[in-house]
């Protein structure tokens, strides 16, 4: 497919410029307009030209082509016309990027959490230690005649 679109805007280009050479070299293939004469009787004469980039059907042609080439290409430009970028590559790299990042940083919240869960599972037990001796000794000062 990519092969094909590319011979297909080669092709688009080379007759392009096939024509381009013979409206220049030749009277065929001229772009006409009609302008106001300033001298004789006509109020109107005929300005001929041969084709040139800035013309409307080489705009519309180099425009296909850009199509045809958009995927080979990082950028599409016909200057003060048309700019289109392709960052998608770009963007895709780096949305992969972040969710390796957010997949890393739920794995070390997760062992930070155990961890935790782990030293507050000792302290508790520790107080827990603590509480029972206060209690036993509060038991003894009870049970045991006042002196």
């Known amino acids: 497919m ?27 293939l001229q772009v006409c307009t009609d302008e106001v004469a300033q001298v004789g009787s006509k109020a109107l004469a005929r300005s001929c030209g041969s084709l040139s980039f800035t013309d409307a059907p080489s705009l519309a042609l180099l425009v296909v082509v850009g199509v045809l080439l958009f995927p080979d290409l990082a950028s599409l430009e016909i200057p003060g016309i048309l700019r289109v970028e392709r960052k998608l590559e770009v963007q895709a790299r780096q ?28 302290s508790v037990a520790v107080k827990l230690g603590e509480l029972a001796a206060l209690q036993s000794d509060k038991r003894e000062q009870f049970e045991s005649p006042a002196s």
Do not use: H, P, Y
């Open 2 to 28: 990519t092969r094909t679109r590319r011979a297909v805007a080669g092709l688009l280009l080379a007759g392009w410029l096939g024509i381009l050479m013979v409206s220049a070299w030749t009277s065929q």
């Open 95 to 122: 949305q992969d990027d972040l969710a390796s990042m957010v997949q890393r940083l739920q794995v070390s919240v997760g062992q930070r959490v155990e961890v935790i869960n782990v030293n507050e599972i000792g």
